[in-house]
């Protein structure tokens, strides 16, 4: 089954609820782009093998590729996310705590921006719509635990897998250029953290479009009056769609978050942000491809963590860190119980 753009404008004129979802859901995927793609472009910017407009609007493009690409190719990220959480049978309450889930995350989302903290999105994401959930069963019944435990995989797998493989691959970088002329190097690593920048910029859209694609599919059955979501071929127009608004979030800018993670936590060479670009976008590329829903932001900082600690484990800024740690420590009851309360509160007035 796929839905064409104009029967999706049709949908909106007879559903008005639909008018809503889609503005929150897109205003989500704004932030998104504004507040977490950023992290991409952070090492390529802080080592300044590329200026910040240039890398900025890279990005935006990337993510839209990714996207595009990557949904083609495998959608299963999206599919983790739609079947992550249950809304319940009445289609009304259903609607009322996904919308309230969604003004949930982008008040954390900003409030984080604000502080300039690199929160996860997607951890922000999957805590508030099971917050929600929870509010609408008035129990855990809402929450699929067996497509919730793959986020508890990809949080173990992007940690672990981002650190280790951060460290061995710069130290590889390292051995093999031992003995060149340094100049050269230096050229080379430059227009390669270009490269490994864009394959990040590349992987989030991949990763992170695809999570708000399996929302978009969600709110689009809700607001139709059906609880229960049949399957459903994602659409081109939707995966473009998702892609332009992603990458405009991207565009605005971000600096603070490039700054606390490409420059506050360690200072980094050229080599070794290539490094760190390079095990980040594979741990997402093996990730997105299985289904299991990472975190672009959690994957990128670990790899910077193993990278940094190849050379002295004191090179890391361990005090950034632990605020980066407590941050994510924190998105899922913090987000999840906002999500929880704005659904309780949404559906007491609406």
């Known amino acids: 089954m796929t839905i064409t753009l104009t029967q999706y404008l ?6 008005p609820a639909l008018i809503v979802t889609t503005i ?9 782009g504004w507040t977490d793609a950023p992290n991409a472009i952070a090492t390529c910017v802080s ?6 407009k240039p890398a900025i609007l890279m990005a935006a493009a990337c993510n839209f590729i990714g996207l595009v690409v990557m949904t083609a190719i495998s959608p299963k990220v999206a599919e983790t996310i739609y079947n992550m959480v249950d809304f319940g049978g009445n289609s009304a309450d259903a609607l009322v705590a996904l919308c309230a889930a969604l003004v949930a995350i982008v008040v954390w989302a900003t409030a984080a921006s604000y502080f ?11 805590a508030g719509l099971s917050g929600a959930a929870i509010a609408v069963h008035g129990s855990f019944e809402g929450v699929n635990g067996s497509e919730w435990i793959k986020v508890l995989y990809g949080l173990v797998f992007s940690t672990i897998l981002g650190f280790f493989a951060g460290y061995i691959v710069v130290k590889l970088v390292e051995k093999i250029c031992m003995n060149m002329d340094r100049r050269k190097t230096d050229g080379f690593f430059r227009k390669g953290q270009i490269f490994s920048g864009a394959a990040m910029a590349f992987m989030h859209g991949a990763q992170d479009g695809q999570k708000f694609m ?11 009056g059906q609880a229960d979501m049949t399957a459903v071929a994602v659409p081109l127009w939707l995966m473009v769609l998702c892609a332009v608004t992603m990458g405009g979030g991207s565009a ?12 506050d936590m360690v200072k980094l060479e050229s080599y070794q942000g290539f490094a760190a670009d390079l ?3 594979g741990c997402i590329l093996l990730s997105t491809l299985t289904g299991v829903p990472v975190s672009t932001t959690h994957t990128k900082t670990t ?48």
């Open 47 to 52: 080592t300044r093998s590329i200026k910040p």
């Open 116 to 126: 300039g903290i690199p929160t996860s999105e997607s951890h922000a994401l999957i």
């Open 214 to 224: 399996g929302v978009f599919l969600l709110g689009m059955f809700l607001a139709k």
């Open 279 to 281: 095990v980040a976008s």
């Open 10 to 15: 049709s949908q909106m004129q007879q559903y």
């Open 303 to 350: 790899a910077i963590m193993g990278v940094g600690a190849s050379r002295n484990i004191k090179r890391v800024n361990w005090g950034v860190v632990k605020g980066m740690i407590l941050a994510w420590v924190f998105t899922f009851p913090g987000c999840g119980l906002l999500g929880f309360l704005m659904a309780k509160f949404f559906m007491m007035i609406f």
């Open 24 to 32: 929150l859901t897109l205003g989500v995927i704004l932030v998104n």
């Open 252 to 263: 605005i800018g971000g600096e603070k978050i490039i700054k606390a993670v490409g420059m």
